[in-house]
């Protein structure tokens, strides 16, 4: 395998004193794979890939990011965050801003790009989503998949290594839901690092390389997406998996 | 039947909304006998009420500056003669007379780039030298000892000049330390929130009247004599930290109502603490609050009255300086106030109109 470009050693994290929200978790994820994160509702899911980029911190363990450890080092944070994008179940467009301002913001301040060149790019990364005619509008004047295909180009806009998507179609019509994945499908073709946590089991079997299953805190199950769906190993891993799939 | 066919309901114009004054009125005002009665009643007690206002304050009324006049028609009649008897006095309070183009000169510079700074088109970087060349000016006026003007001790500076000048600089002041003192209390980092909290209500403990004597009296006695700065200075801290208090709960109210996905998503694009205040979360929370800010805004312009109680005469300090001044007068306080009322109100309705404005501006990247 290749050098690790995510690895959890044994992570636990607590929310407060009393709730064990993550226990034990160990997971390496190579450059360029692609995984696809399930379970079901309260297992951990968006804590462990939160913890990634450090939106949430962890109590134990170690956590390193492209060779970065996470600790309460803001500066490490700061560049780590620079090369992992997210995208979030509920958009979290800046409503303030225009879909190219919400673009253009991070290269700018962040990147320190210039705004002619961070505007040239941030189209470019449109015409990937194919939304390039509605740069000029502010996100609440967009459709729910209009606004999630610009929270996916404004997360590529920095060129991150990673991309990290936390239920990304969850708060979609059924007729956006497409419009998305195909935008994430034609990422995963490109070769970038990808965590989704998805219930979408077509998009897992298109593109993951891997599939974790979570329950109560713990990675239960790993395996490809023909071994995870054909034969999973777990009894918790069999029942969700009837229950989603409705079989 | 063969299938239901689909029959589009061709579009209609929406129903007519009467428009106009008149089916108005017959609408809301007359729509019934007792609607008629109620509304013929108030009719006549504004008409009685009008009437009595002009022929007071128009008809009977003294425009001359004679205080035989004046006391003649007492009662009958209102005294305007002595807004032109006293404008001076009222207007600069007690600067001296000959030297009163100074604060003249000096507010209307200070006015006329305070509304330059109101307009978008002039929302540039040069504001900012431009602020401080205005009021480098407004205290060289002002002050003098420079530039061959003579010294006018700020102990003697007083009316709308002062009153302008103290609302525009606590103003100034007071915002951006309410909006850190707000981000301070929504701080993650336990010292600095508990300091903010304490100063907030601290100070919201305490009439204002309070920190003006503080200020004025009590403050000095801890420093040498003589090593305390000027009055008018003191007093100047005292407002500004008195409303960058009520504030800086104001600008919270905003910040809280900003959803956490707005700040997390700016964190995960690698913007630091203070670029995700800046572009994401202040931009947000300060237009959600145009209201309360103007509201408090107009707070301070009229609470700088308050400086009168440590003898500096400000507007509402000059009037009663230039009334009480001569017994012949005196008698006409009524004048004297509706007068100073109107110049109130004059900035006041300003302010809450350009909040209207404000509003709207920030309103349109709404639009759903
Ligand atoms: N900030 C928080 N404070 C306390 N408890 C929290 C917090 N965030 C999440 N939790 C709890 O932690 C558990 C795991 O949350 P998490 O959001 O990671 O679950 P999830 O697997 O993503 O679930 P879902 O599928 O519903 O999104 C849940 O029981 C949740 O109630
Ligand atoms: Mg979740």
Redesign the pocket.
Known sequence: MAEPIISFERVNKW??ND?H?LRDIDLVVAAGERIVVC??????????I?CINRL?DHQEGRIVVTGIELSDDVKAIEQVRRQVGMVF?QFNLFPHLTVLENLTLAPMWVGKTPRKQAEENAMQQLERVKIAEQANKYPLQLSGGQQQRVAIARALCLTPKIMLF??PT?ALDPEMIKEVLDVMIELANQGITMIC?THEMGFAKAVADRVIF?DQ?QIVEQNTPHEFFDRPQNERTKDFLSKILGS | MAGSVFLPIPARPAPVKTEGVLPWMRANLFGNWVNSLVTALIAVAIGYAASAFLSWGLVNAVFAPSADQCQAARGSGACWGVIVEKFRIIIFGRYPYAEQWRPEIGTILLLGLLIMSCIRRFWKPWLVPAWIVVLFAFFSLMGGGRLGLSDVGSDQWGGLPLTIMLATLSIVFAYPLAILVALGRMSTLPAIRSLCIIYVELIRGVPLISVLFMASFMFPLFLPVGKSPDVLLRVLVGITLFSAAYLAEVVRGGLQAIPKGQVESSQSLGLTYWQTQRKIVLPQALAMVVPGIVNSFIAIFKDTSLVTIVSLYELTGAMGLALNSEADWRPFKIEGYLFITLIYFVFCFSMSRYSLWIEHQVGRSKTR
């Not at chain 1, 379970?39 to 462990?48: A, N, Y």
């Open positions: 929310y407060g709730f929200v379970g079901p509702s309260g297992s951990g899911k968006s804590t462990l939160r949430e179940q936390d239920e969850s946590v979570m805190g």
